[in-house]
């Protein structure tokens, strides 16, 4: 299954892969109790996306907040999407950050530091309400 | 689940307010320190423990009364599972709302939380608490948040073996030791490695935990039965000056 589409719940954020958009968004917050068991099927949603010939992706992370096990889970995601980008896909990573939040902040730019052949950007994120 | 205890207490103290109906044995102490929190937390894990649940109204009352001495956001004690740290969390969440005004503080105290409880569920099932049907331990501590003028306070207690306090006491150790600089770097290398109960290093959660708070984590044991020491730690984080 090379598309995904998951409500947000209080633990997990919402993911939506689409093949026709070309876009993979995960939005909210993440610190849910079994992290391998959310993340594992995003990454192979991600392989079979590219496995069916689809070369290029936009990718966008708005997470309110994530936990430390979730930051292992989303730099492995990461590490998989450099890794298809390193094969020849074109991969755009853009993460946005609250603007008084340099610790994720920092996160961000520790990955793009790590990263050879992403995209990555790293925007601000508005505050709603 | 018999014997969790959801002690869910907080609210606004007015420190300029005395009550003269309370009595106190203790002299009102101004400032919250690890002693308080063991006195509160060996009560609360007293209280939770006795399979008899009487609470006598003279411990009620002392108890009840160091609450009120302190701006107290939240406290908890009892079993700690998933499902707590969700309910509890959110219960946090409004709380917060209540009492500060900075989104970066209430996203640090929250994520502090998060860690802290989750290495009660971790390394909590050591403890006076009695073993389920399956002859387990559940895993059981306590947190709280307390407000101390721009700066929320927050400590968890949990009971673990001699030799993990000693390890633990180490690891912050190490931890405070550290620059800023240094525990961004430490934590971008833990990122990728596997996560292992007994690794010689601070775990990822650890270092997240000293990164967030505003001062160098705390930490104070005290023994307790059957070997075990009740292991405390304290983070702080400041609001905007």
């Keep these: ?96 950050c609250d603007h008084d939040d340099d610790i994720t902040r920092e996160f961000a730019e520790d990955i793009a530091m790590d990263m050879e052949h992403l995209k990555i950007t790293i925007a601000d994120m508005t505050r709603d309400g | 689940m018999a014997g969790a205890m959801l002690a869910l207490l907080g609210g606004k103290a007015k420190s300029s307010q005395k009550h003269p109906n309370i009595y106190t044995p203790y002299p009102l102490i101004k400032d919250f320190n690890l002693s308080e929190f063991l006195i509160s937390s060996i009560l609360a894990a007293c209280f939770i423990c006795s399979r008899v649940f009487l609470m006598e109204f003279d411990r009620f009352h002392q108890f009840g009364s160091l609450l009120l001495h302190d701006d107290f956001v939240l406290s908890y004690s009892g079993y700690v599972t998933e499902d707590i740290l969700e309910a509890v969390g959110a219960t946090l969440r409004q709380r917060l709302a209540d009492h500060v005004d900075s989104p970066r503080q209430i996203r640090n105290v929250f994520s502090i939380f998060v860690e802290l409880m989750q290495n009660v569920i971790r390394y909590g099932t050591d403890g006076p608490q009695p073993e389920n049907e399956c002859g387990n331990k559940e895993s059981f501590g306590l947190v709280m948040v307390v407000q101390k003028g721009n700066c929320l306070d927050i400590m968890s207690g949990n009971f673990i073996a001699q030799d993990d306090a000693e390890i633990l006491r180490e690891r912050i150790a190490f931890l405070n030791q550290k620059t800023p600089t240094e525990l961004r770097s430490l934590y971008r290398t833990r990122l990728r490695q596997p996560p292992e109960v007994n690794s010689k290093g601070a775990s990822i959660g650890l270092i997240e935990i000293a990164r967030r708070s505003s001062i160098p984590l705390q930490c104070d044991m005290r023994p ?16 905007a000056s």
């Design chain 1, 1 to 96: 299954m090379a598309e995904l589409n998951l409500s947000a719940t209080s633990r997990t954020p919402a993911v939506s892969l689409s093949k026709a958009a070309s876009h993979l968004k995960i939005e909210g917050e993440s610190y849910p109790e079994d992290v391998n068991g959310f993340y594992r099927p995003i990454m192979q949603a991600v392989d079979h996306y590219f496995a069916d010939g689809k070369e290029s992706l936009t990718v966008e992370f708005h997470l309110i907040y994530f936990n430390s096990s979730s930051a292992r889970a989303l730099t492995e995601l990461l590490d998989s999407l450099e890794g298809h980008a390193a094969n020849g896909a074109s991969i755009t990573v853009k993460w946005f």
């Design chain 2, 224 to 239: 307790a039965d059957d070997g075990l020491y009740f292991f405390m730690v304290k983070a702080s984080v400041q609001g």
